[in-house]
């Protein structure tokens, strides 16, 4: 049996308590593991935080982002989609780690971590919709 909820919310800093109290209530009724949650919880936060960041198209009005999770009984999906500016975070180039505190640059750490903690990424853009999916097998 899959189960999916969506979230249609304006993609505004302000708004993140109601998108992590969307995120958490899935989380719980599907009675998916406490111990797989932290890689959900920081996409969820870091890319909507993101889209509220850098999203705002030319007419400086805040996208809207829809917000849908999905778990079919092996894994769980995460999709935010939005109508903010075109913009493909997977093209980010993979921060140095290895640097310095102080001698790196700002930015692009989130992305990264995201990435390495999900099993498969993918973006597109179609139209004037951005769309990121992440997939993780949750055992």
């Given at each position: 049996?899959?189960?999916?909820?969506?979230?249609?919310?304006?993609?505004v800093?302000?708004?993140l308590p109601?998108v992590?109290?969307f995120f958490?209530?899935?989380?719980?009724?599907?009675?998916?593991?406490?111990?797989?949650?932290?890689?959900?919880?920081l996409?969820?936060e870091?890319l909507?935080?993101?889209?509220?960041s850098?999203?705002?198209?030319?007419a400086?009005r805040?996208p809207e982002?829809?917000?849908?999770?999905?778990?079919?009984?092996?894994d769980?999906?995460?999709?935010i989609?939005?109508?903010?500016r075109?913009?493909?975070?997977?093209?980010?180039?993979?921060?140095?780690?290895?640097?310095a505190?102080?001698?790196?640059?700002?930015?692009?750490?989130?992305?990264f971590?995201?990435?390495?903690?999900?099993?498969?990424v993918?973006?597109?853009?179609?139209?004037?919709?951005?769309?990121?999916?992440?997939?993780?097998v949750?055992?």
């Amino acid at each position: 049996m899959v189960v999916q909820r969506q979230l249609r919310i304006s993609a505004v800093a302000e708004s993140l308590p109601d998108v992590m109290a969307f995120f958490h209530d899935f989380w719980s009724t599907t009675a998916l593991p406490d111990a797989s949650a932290f890689p959900f919880e920081l996409a969820v936060e870091e890319l909507f935080l993101n889209v509220a960041s850098h999203g705002a198209t030319a007419a400086a009005r805040a996208p809207e982002v829809v917000i849908t999770l999905q778990y079919d009984g092996a894994d769980a999906v995460l999709t935010i989609e939005d109508d903010g500016r075109a913009f493909d975070p997977l093209s980010l180039p993979e921060p140095d780690t290895a640097a310095a505190v102080p001698d790196r640059a700002v930015g692009g750490l989130g992305v990264f971590l995201v990435r390495k903690l999900m099993d498969t990424v993918t973006y597109e853009h179609t139209g004037t919709h951005n769309r990121l999916s992440l997939r993780k097998v949750i055992p």
